[in-house]
């Protein structure tokens, strides 16, 4: 079973990918013009300097061009249940915003992963964990990512990955948001989770649910 891991994006940019069980990211650096291809597996992709996402499936290919960093995530031997639009891309600023508490959301991608953009405030959440394996990239803002009772400094460019029922949180130690790029699977809502209280071998009763990310 994979293990709770940081990283950052420029160990990943060196050919490093940050694997899951059931996940994988990976980054792309294009200056220029270049094609993205992935014979077996969908993937979802965020360009960074236009806060784009992009899903790839598989044995499409993708032609993109600039001096641009990609950030993909992909499930390896996936079926699709769903099938957003092939290589159409999802401006941030064009998809809603969903809130949560004091905190937002926006879905950029909905198909068997899920793709958002997340603001988080100053201050910590409780600890929470979820029913879905997920990784994280940090866009801007710094704090902590805890799991348990250790914490481990993020910043602009850390990359996180989180395994199913993990106990985590993120705290923003800044006085402006932190911003983050998160991807899950099995597909759902990024504001669901699910207090320490509620860790057990069985799904959670939905009467207990807690919402926020």
């Known amino acids: 079973m994979a293990e709770f891991l940081v990283t950052t994006l420029d160990v990943l940019r060196r050919g490093g990918r940050l694997r899951g069980d059931a996940i994988s990211m990976r980054v792309i650096d294009v200056d220029g013009q270049a094609t993205l291809r992935n014979e077996n597996a969908d993937e979802v992709l965020y360009i960074l300097e236009r806060d784009t996402g992009i899903f790839l499936p598989a044995g499409a290919d993708l032609e993109l061009e600039g001096k641009i960093t990609v950030v993909g995530v992909s499930r390896p031997g996936g079926r699709r249940t769903s099938r957003p639009a092939a290589g159409v891309p999802v401006r941030l600023v064009d998809v809603p915003v969903q809130r949560t508490g004091d905190r937002w959301y926006r879905e950029l ?9 997340g603001s988080i405030p100053p201050g910590r959440a409780p600890d929470h964990f979820h029913l ?41 130690t800044g006085s402006g948001e932190l911003r983050l790029l998160g991807v899950f699977y099995p597909a759902g809502s990024p504001a669901v989770r699910y207090g320490v209280d509620q860790r057990a071998d069985s799904a959670p009763d939905e009467s207990k649910l807690n919402r926020g990310h």
């Open 109 to 117: 991608i909905q198909s068997e992963i899920t793709q958002f953009v």
């Open 132 to 172: 879905y394996e997920e990784v994280l990239c940090i866009l801007q803002g710094s704090g902590f990512v805890w799991a348990g009772k250790s914490k481990t400094p993020i910043g602009p460019g850390s990359c996180v990955f989180l395994p199913k029922r993990q106990v985590h949180c993120v705290e923003n």
